[in-house]
């Protein structure tokens, strides 16, 4: 059996959301979007860990940003089959396997109730969470304790593997036992002969017997604490062994990895079991990892896990890893939180797949972003950062991506954004291409920001009939500079696109710098006095000659803030604040 989906309503800040899911989903967003609240809502319904005291409702669970008074989580299970679920809950499976779970509670009386059905019609209510002995759901949280876990756990996994020692086994351990007791002793001893050892307590025990003649005859000395075998095995450590020599374990991102290893081997989640089914909901795995070792934890938990799986992450290097219709995307819309595409969805999967083997790190990046700008190559995400600092646009605090779209093509990343909801901003030069084999020259800079408003943006009447009206004008012309009746027309269509956030430069970003207020600078970085030669230096080598000149001359962007050049740029500004001031 599986989820297949998720609905909140009134659920801290879920207002009314309906989420879809899969076998391994991989749940991404922003921080404070939800994420944990998502899973937080399962565990009320599944987690066996959860108390009575833990699912009762509290005035923060109730949908935050308007007066609610109800909160409702409903869970759809689909391909029920397991006989310990049916008999179970008889009668509240369809015949096609279908269960619905729903909790319901009020803020006024801070009552809650369950609920279990073979449809959202028919749920009915029941009397607690008693499908939980055969129905659960297992969590680990982002906050990984590997000390606690080890001494909470420790006790078992000594026990499990020491009922699982064949008889040669157990008589080889009995004699090695019977040595360790006689060494502990002998080691014991040894230690508390040592001369500092035994003067260390002196002043306590002379003390001790001025405070009470009960402590004549008595003394307090310090000794190993483990001359029981049991107790010494009790008290093991876990170290980390290389070559022959034992290390103490203390990186983050190493106990991350013994904390989920021993976490899997405990709960046996590459086992089947017949008597129960089981979720498992892990938060940020990630967690103090490096890119290669994220992407070997993200294959593990793909590729291992029996039964499903929910997973949060900020990880592009997991996202990446994740198949395309496994992902949720949470985002605000207003002040509620609603998944992307309502969730895992062959929306995102058919826009996904069209970047096909480019869906790398840097286009994953964008899955995290409230706004991506997209622009054509790397001279301009250098010079695009460097602006957005000296405007004071902080890019990260905002959430705002600036990725390349060469090689991939505005057209297919803006699908894959609009999948996601993610709000985009795209500029693209306006160049102008003979069309091979014609004496003729096309305005190709517009038709490419043209068709990426004709198969991403919708329909604008006025628009649309303008792009009719204008489109033989931007092709088929027999010189390379457009004839007077094209260049009116690509500016009232320039004008027109940027209503969608879709922008052209005049030319391109090297011309454009040099037509809108930095001839000077460019001039004396570049000891030219012509716009020709400068242009030849500049295009020649693009990328190392706008990291030399934005190194030396940074501070002169700022006079660009009424400019063209940073229209695009306050347009991200204005998607986030509302303000491109």
Not at 183 to 189: C, F, M, P, W
Not at 366 to 380: D, I, R, Y
Not at 516 to 536: M, P, R, W
Request: glycine share 6%; charged share 30%.
């Amino acid at each position: 059996m599986k989820i297949t989906r998720i609905r909140l309503k009134g659920f801290r800040n879920f207002k009314n959301s309906l989420i879809n899911v899969t076998e391994k989903t991989l749940i991404i967003g922003a921080n404070d979007v939800g994420k944990s609240n998502m899973l937080h809502a399962m565990r009320i319904l599944l987690d066996r860990s959860m108390s009575d005291w833990d699912i009762e409702p509290k005035d923060s669970d109730f949908y935050c940003h308007e007066e609610t008074n109800e909160l409702a989580i409903y869970i759809r299970f689909e391909e029920v089959t397991e006989d310990c679920v049916l008999s179970k809950l008889p009668g509240k499976v369809s015949d096609d396997g279908v269960l619905y779970l729903g909790f319901k509670a009020w803020k006024d009386t801070h009552d809650y109730k369950f609920y279990a059905g073979s449809s959202f019609e028919l749920l009915e209510e029941i009397q607690e969470r008693f499908y939980r002995k055969v129905l659960h759901l297992k969590y680990i949280s982002s906050n990984r304790d590997l000390a606690g876990y080890i001494k909470r756990e420790k006790k078992g996994l000594l026990k499990e593997a020491q009922d699982k020692r064949t008889p040669a086994q157990e008589k080889a351990d009995d004699k090695s036992i019977s040595t360790i007791e006689k060494k502990l002793s002998e080691v014991n001893d040894k230690i508390v002969s040592l001369a500092y050892v035994n003067k260390a307590t002196e002043a306590i025990n002379t003390e001790l017997k001025e405070l009470s003649f009960h402590h004549e005859g008595q003394e307090v000395i310090f000794d190993i604490g483990a001359s029981d075998v049991n107790s010494f095995i009790e008290n093991l450590h876990l170290s980390s062994k290389v070559n022959t020599s034992n290390l103490a374990i203390g990186g983050d991102g190493r106990n991350n990895q013994i904390f989920l290893a021993l976490w899997a081997a405990k709960n046996g989640i590459n086992e089947d079991n017949p008597l129960e089914v089981v979720f498992y909901c892990i938060e940020e795995p990630e967690a103090h990892l490096h890119p290669h070792q994220q992407r070997k934890l993200a294959e593990y938990l793909i590729k291992t896990l029996k039964g499903q799986v929910f997973i949060t992450s900020h990880s592009p290097q997991i996202a990446s890893e994740f198949s395309p219709n496994s992902i949720v995307r949470l985002k605000h819309t207003g002040k509620s939180t609603n998944a992307a595409s309502k969730g895992c969805s062959k929306i995102i999967e058919d826009s996904i797949y069209e970047f096909g083997y480019r869906l790398n790190v840097i286009a994953a990046e964008a899955f995290f972003a409230n706004v991506v700008f997209l622009v054509e190559g790397p001279s301009e995400i250098l010079f695009y950062k460097v602006l957005a600092r000296e405007l004071d646009i902080d890019l990260d605090r905002l959430n705002i991506s600036v990725l390349v779209a060469d090689g991939i093509g505005f057209d297919v990343f803006v699908k894959v954004l609009n999948a996601l909801a993610i709000d985009w901003v795209v500029r693209t030069d306006n160049d102008v291409f003979k069309i091979p084999k014609k004496s003729e020259y096309r305005m190709a800079g517009l038709q490419r920001a043209i068709s990426v408003y004709d198969k991403n943006v919708g329909t604008d009447g006025d628009i649309d009939r303008m792009i009719k009206e204008k489109s033989h004008l931007l092709t088929g012309f027999p010189l390379k500079t457009p004839p007077k009746s094209t260049l009116e027309a690509v500016k009232e269509l320039i004008t027109e696109l940027e209503i969608y956030n879709i922008f052209l430069s005049e030319t391109d970003l090297e011309q454009d710098m040099l037509g809108q207020g930095l001839k000077t600078s460019i001039f004396k970085h570049l000891g030219v006095d012509t716009n020709a030669d400068a242009l030849e230096q500049m295009q020649k080598r693009k990328a190392s000659f706008m990291f030399e000149y934005l190194r030396k001359n940074a501070t002169v962007l700022k006079k660009l803030k009424k400019s063209a050049l940073a229209a695009p740029l306050l347009a991200c500004q204005k998607i986030i604040t509302g303000s491109s001031k």
